[in-house]
């Protein structure tokens, strides 16, 4: 109740109607996570437990980039509304035409953020690399959308996961469903959008992006994958695992080289999706599990670090870790975010990315044991960048620059960081809220 009448009192009275929206989705969703597996909602949506936590996730990441933005623009706070609900709306759809509408429209949001509120010129570019990228590679899968379609008469993926499998399921018939997801997730190699959005993007649409857009992809991975019956002994799984693992330790390394903060933090979240990519064709209940409990820990850790780093660019007025020093003597508290956010990024025990990790080191390993190799190194090359992060930023001296000293981290920022931190940690002994197949 306390939290409720913070968020009340601190909030522009532009986003009250966000607010009651989201408590009021908030209740129902929680009131679905003790459901059965599946609950129709109508002929188009449904919800079940992926969903309900997923779309739980959109609301507090939404309302946590409502409150830690601070510009007042009432157009982008018409944006920020617009993404979250579009998003919770994705995760609710059980028609592929919706569910593919749906996972274009969130884009539309943040791409006008990108472009109306970029800080640098080169937000254009990275706009349009952001459009074609996913745009782009969402075509081939519109095209088995509708082949599906004239196949079945129906685009319930309801009623096709329990109709005959297909015999016309080629390795051609995967590609072109799923690259769309791996280009959302975004799995190495067709990441390039990622760093150039999140470097252009404003702190909202940063937040948005890690905390909600990247979990299209996974999503969409579990959703198709049962519908259209995967079989786990493909040939493509084991390359498609191969891939990202190698392409996230990759990521992992790309990381201890930068010196953009925003920049090290995108190249992060292509190391943590490679993991969540391990778990979902592990084609097992357990991997699919703790990769849900990856994306939940990674939508709530990867946007409080977002939401730091533009706290520290407002003091020092620069990105550069070469200038972005001594956080601790100037800020304790937030040098205190700082080292919350990057322990439980890195996996410290007994946080959720801890046991989500371990887990999906298992589940990968139970896959084939070549994984064991890329997985262990990605796991210590993961605690190399976090501590590289905190002790860049946090240590050291202050640079000779001058730098301001607003109250660039309201109570109520406050709060917020603290309590997605606090869930991260704890959520680690509530391992049963993932368990949903």
Known sequence: MGVIMALSCAMPMSCWPTFVISLSLSIILMSCLGAPSLSLISWWGHVDHCSALLGLLCLFVGLGSLVCTTDTDSSLLNMIMASTISSVLFFFMSGMILFFVFFEAGLIPLAIMILGWGHQPERLQACVSFALYTVVGSLPMLVIICWVWSLYKSDSMVLIQYTPTLSSKSTMFWLMLITCFFIKLPVFG?????PKAHVEAPVAGSMILAGVLLKFGGYGLMKMLSCFKWDSNMLLSEVIMAVSVWGALCSAMICAVQ??????????????????????????????????????AHGLSSPALFAMANFTFNVFHSRSLMVCKGVLTLFPIMATLWFIGAMMSMGLPPGSTFFSEVFLLSSGCSFSLFLSLPMGLLCFASAVYSFFLYSSVCHGGCASLNFSSPDVMTSLSVMTLFMGNYFLLWAGFMLDLFYFV
């Open 190 to 194: 067709v990441h390039g959008w990622l």
């Open 259 to 296: 010196s953009d903060l925003k920049s090290l933090i995108a190249y992060s979240s292509v190391s943590h999706m490679g993991l969540v990519v391990v778990g979902v064709f592990s084609c097992s209940g357990f991997g699919w599990c703790m990769a849900l409990l990856m994306m939940v």
